[in-house]
């Protein structure tokens, strides 16, 4: 993974208070993750640092979409996505990561990367099952669908048939319950 300036934020030179940056996120940030689960992505990722005298708080959103193919199906649709993190970075003896909330620079550090909170945001607001929409209200007409419909398993009547061909000694005895 190579580090590009674009996400790195020096915030020795910034002032106190609230600092807006935006970022545009296509299928290339991916390809610096070895991450290929989207065919393309469109995603505008919002970051607002709040620079304080002790320690930083950074609050990312995104909102977007990203093209994935259908569970159910294998059709290719583009699905919104949404979602946002809290960061609040503070300094001490050394670099820890360990908490995903907080992160702890050294001191005498002067900037910071955002770029793999970025990554880690955007991959988990990605459902699991990812279901096409036309799946869902019945628009969608493909070969996987009718063949699924027709594997369908139907309704078995068989069971009714079984509770009428009950032996008669069964009827007392449940009369034996029912009695108390």
């Known amino acids: 993974m190579s580090k590009t300036k674009e996400f ?17 996120i296509s299928n290339a940030f991916f390809e610096n993750f070895d991450y290929d689960e989207f065919q393309s992505s469109d995603i505008k990722v919002s ?3 709040d620079k304080k005298s002790n320690m930083l708080e950074l609050e990312f959103k995104h909102k977007g979409t990203v093209n994935v193919p259908c569970d159910l199906t294998g059709e ?34 002067h900037e910071i ?28 007409q493909s070969e996987a669908l009718t063949k699924l419909n027709e594997l369908k398993v139907k309704e078995q009547k068989e069971e ?21």
């Open 160 to 180: 009714s048939k079984q509770e009428e061909d009950i032996d008669p000694r069964w009827d007392k005895l449940k009369k034996l319950l029912t009695d108390k």
């Open 47 to 49: 970051l607002v640092l």
């Open 8 to 24: 790195l934020i020096p915030f020795i030179g910034l002032k106190l208070g609230k600092h807006h940056f935006e970022y545009q």
């Open 76 to 109: 290719d649709f583009d699905l919104p996505i949404k979602g946002k993190m809290k960061l609040i970075v503070r300094f001490g003896d050394e670099f820890n990561n360990d908490n995903e909330e907080l992160l702890i620079l050294p001191h005498g550090e």
């Open 113 to 140: 990367d955002v770029e793999q909170y970025i990554y880690e945001m955007i991959a988990l607001s990605v459902p699991l099952k990812r279901v096409h929409p036309g799946v869902k209200d019945g628009t969608l």
